[in-house]
């Protein structure tokens, strides 16, 4: 039962390990980590509601679970086809329009909760 535990413990870390790649090398996370605080920032500014912060929370969450699915795949890529295929840069260019779908609702999502208190500021 012990070595269950460690185990799970172990795979803690090198989920962790994952994330802090992700931030600490991937271009695009350090940018969307920096749009993540600017919309928590402008969350708490304008007080959003709880409903509003679980929308907020998916719609971060989700960007960064895609980037990570992106570099994961990208990785894989350059390690199996170095050169330059076809087949694989259909398989980068998909993952990364994949994030970019995400962002895209990420920010609907944004502009729908934000926008209105933007405007009622003028």
């Given at each position: 039962m012990g070595d269950y535990f460690l185990k799970r413990g172990k795979s803690f870390v090198y989920a962790?390990?994952?994330i802090i790649f992700l931030f600490h090398n991937?271009?695009?996370?350090?940018?969307h980590l920096f749009a993540a605080v600017c919309v928590i920032a402008a969350g708490a500014l304008f007080k959003i509601e709880c409903w509003e912060w679980c929308a907020v929370i998916f719609a971060?969450?989700?960007?960064?679970?895609?980037?990570?699915?992106?570099?994961?795949i990208e990785k894989i890529c350059d390690k199996v086809s170095p050169e330059k295929n076809s087949l694989i840069k259909i398989a980068k260019d998909v993952a990364a329009g994949?994030?970019?779908?995400?962002?895209i609702s990420a920010v609907a999502v944004g502009l729908i909760i934000f926008l209105p208190r933007i405007?009622?500021?003028f």
């Open positions: 962790w390990q994952g991937e271009a695009n996370a350090k940018i971060i969450g989700g960007v960064f679970m895609a980037e990570g699915f992106n570099t994961a994949s994030v970019l779908l995400f962002v405007i009622s500021l």
